[in-house]
């Protein structure tokens, strides 16, 4: 669950980044955060996960209460998080396997999850018969595919992903959002950001649309009708 209550967040430099944000995501909802460049976006994940802090207001995720959050609990909150980015972001000289299975190790995980849920979740995303594939041996959508599945292991409450389909072609991107439907359908919470209108014209899900920092539309539409850049 994500909680936003009055949130403002303002730079170093003065920019006013966000005014006064509220919005609630319950468990289990799948959601896309769309704007024009500039509008907040990037910076609402940035305090969903913790990178940075508000200026002002309220932020519960997860439970965790992110306006005076230990700096020794984030670990904790961020592994009820699983992150999908635009660029992929793969260890390039590990096999698939390997770089799903590092996310695992890096908390800790037994090599006997390991070695149950890797393969499992790799199956989930439809690369079971890539295992051994490096990075530079697939498809962009693959590489995509390869990135979700390693936000997924270690079995986060919810998915973010940040514009997902901003390096792939038009079926490789309904692929991938079709994926992550899959996901949400399985229990995992689910919010997309996207500038790509088709997109999200072409599934009936909840839009929370922002500009200049404030929310200037929230709701099951599947369209947002303004010019995103």
Not at 10 to 31: C, H, M, P, Q, W
Not at 135 to 146: A, K
Not at 191 to 200: D, Q, S
Not at 215 to 224: A, E, F, L, P, V
Request: hydrophobic share 40%; proline share 3%.
């Amino acid at each position: 669950m994500v909680e936003m209550t009055d949130v403002f967040k303002a730079y170093e430099n003065a920019t006013k980044a966000l005014r006064g944000i509220s919005f609630k995501i319950e468990d289990g909802e799948f959601v896309f955060l769309v704007g024009p460049s500039g509008s907040g976006k990037t910076t609402i994940i940035k305090l969903i996960t913790g990178e940075i802090a508000p200026t002002d207001g309220k932020i519960i995720v997860n439970g965790f209460d992110l306006t005076n959050i230990k700096y020794s609990k984030m670990p904790y909150l961020r592994r009820t998080l699983g992150v999908v980015f635009q660029d992929f972001r793969l260890i390039d000289d590990k096999t698939v396997y390997e770089n799903v299975a590092f996310a695992m190790r890096v908390v800790g995980a037994s090599n006997k999850d390991i070695r149950t849920r890797v393969p499992y979740v790799l199956d989930l995303v439809g690369l079971d018969s890539r295992t051994k594939r490096y990075p530079h041996e697939l498809s962009g959508g693959e590489q995509q595919r390869v990135a979700v599945a390693r936000a997924l292991v270690n079995n986060p409450s919810i998915i973010i992903a940040d514009e997902p389909t901003g390096n792939l072609d038009p079926a490789r991107s309904l692929e991938i959002m079709m994926l992550l439907e899959k996901i949400n359908e399985l229990g995992t919470t689910v919010l997309v950001v996207t500038h790509e209108k088709e997109l999200v014209e072409r599934f009936s899900k909840r839009v929370i649309a922002i500009d200049n920092g404030r929310i200037i539309s929230d709701g099951m539409d599947g369209y947002y009708d303004y010019e995103t850049e």
